[in-house]
């Protein structure tokens, strides 16, 4: 079973695609998840799962490391106390992130805790920064791609995507070759959705 938390609606990037809608996501409140939504849901999950069973914890948003704290501690809740209540039952961690920013000790415990990282790469600079700017317009492939190496080389797993549309439709190959070159685990390309949350 997978569960993915929102950590936060909110995001420091303005894809071209978003499918997170200003209406339904309320970006502008700046909308954290609680710490006790956070648990019960993973306890519930848990509590659902058959013996044997293996739970994925995905940290999502939004923009999940804007909200890192609680990120800890729903791994320390799971790792100190309900692994104690489901001994025959797995927790896995993942997180589904823009990569812009990495908190100083995020390495430390996804080396400790063996979490995996997804993250939307999509093409080289010239193409990905059309797609994904920071809020504002600025760039964001360099920062991204840095911190990916620095996940890498630090021994993590990170699997690289891209999202298509009709800026990098004919760049398909070129993309994957460059999620390549970044050392990526994996490279996925999926179609965009032609509306967003906000049905528009």
């Not at 950590?7 to 909308?31: F, H, M, R, V």
């Not at 093409?123 to 059309?130: L, M």
């Not at 690289?160 to 994957?176: D, F, G, I, K, P």
């Amino acid at each position: 079973m997978s569960l993915y938390l929102l950590l936060t609606q909110s995001c420091n990037l303005q894809c071209i695609y978003c499918l997170n809608g200003i209406e339904t996501y309320k970006a502008e409140k700046d909308l954290k998840m609680t710490e006790d939504v956070a648990f019960t849901s993973v306890e519930k999950c848990l509590e659902s799962l058959r013996s044997n069973g293996r739970l994925e914890v995905a940290f999502f948003g939004g923009e999940p490391l804007l909200n890192w704290p609680l990120a800890k501690k729903v791994i320390t809740y799971c790792e100190e106390t309900l692994k104690e209540r489901h001994r025959d039952k797995e927790i896995l961690y993942h997180i589904t992130s823009n990569l812009t920013r990495l908190p100083g000790d995020l390495i430390e415990w996804a080396k400790r805790y063996n979490i995996t990282f997804l993250c939307d790469v999509d093409g080289p600079a010239e193409i990905h920064d059309r797609c994904r700017p920071y809020k504002g317009g600025k760039p964001s492939h360099a920062a991204i791609t840095a911190n990916v190496r620095r996940l890498i080389d630090a021994g993590l797993k990170v699997s690289l995507r891209a999202t298509v549309t009709s800026v990098n439709q004919h760049h398909m190959l070129e993309t994957a070759s460059h999620h390549k070159d970044l050392g990526g685990r994996g490279s996925a390309f999926v179609p965009v959705n032609p509306v967003n949350s906000d049905e528009v």
